[in-house]
């Protein structure tokens, strides 16, 4: 599986607070959840082209301190397809899950967003693409900002 990733990130004035390790397998389900007042502020990947599929790392920083509510999105793509996803105004992405399918060498998509007291400002900014075709990728949250939303496309062709 080949994934280019833009984020879209939504600026508070938070610190941050990191842990990261490996969730899945190549081949694996992937899910992934930060703790009930985090959001995601670190991704790490890497890709392994005899699997065509990757392996991935997450981290969490401090985003609320009184938790509300998250829920989880349905399937945001099919295989095969781009995707663009965003949080609803105001709250952050804390999770992510996903399967892989070995005839697609792709992967399904779909997100968990959570709010709290504190909502994401409305200056909100994509980062560009973080990584190329099969290659590593590590993303970490800008100072004072939170991930709110991801963008990915697949190329049959790179597989």
Partial sequence: MQVILALLLGMTVLSAAQQDRWVN??????HYECQSHQ??????????NKRED??????CQNTFN???????TNYVNDFDQ???FVCPFG?????????????????RWRFL???GETTVQSNCKWSGYVNEFDSYLRWDAPPNYHL?????????SKE
């Fill in 113 to 115: 967003c959570c709010d």
């Fill in 148 to 156: 709110v939303g991801a963008q990915s496309y697949h190329d049959n």
């Fill in 25 to 30: 397998d190549y081949d694996q389900v992937l």
């Fill in 82 to 84: 781009e995707f663009t």
């Fill in 91 to 107: 709250s952050v992405l804390s999770g992510m899950d996903s399967y892989h399918d070995n005839g697609k060498e792709d992967r």
């Fill in 66 to 72: 009184n938790p509300g509510s998250c829920y989880w």
């Fill in 54 to 59: 990757r392996i991935w790392d997450f981290g």
């Fill in 39 to 48: 959001s995601i502020n670190l991704i790490i990947s890497i890709h392994d």
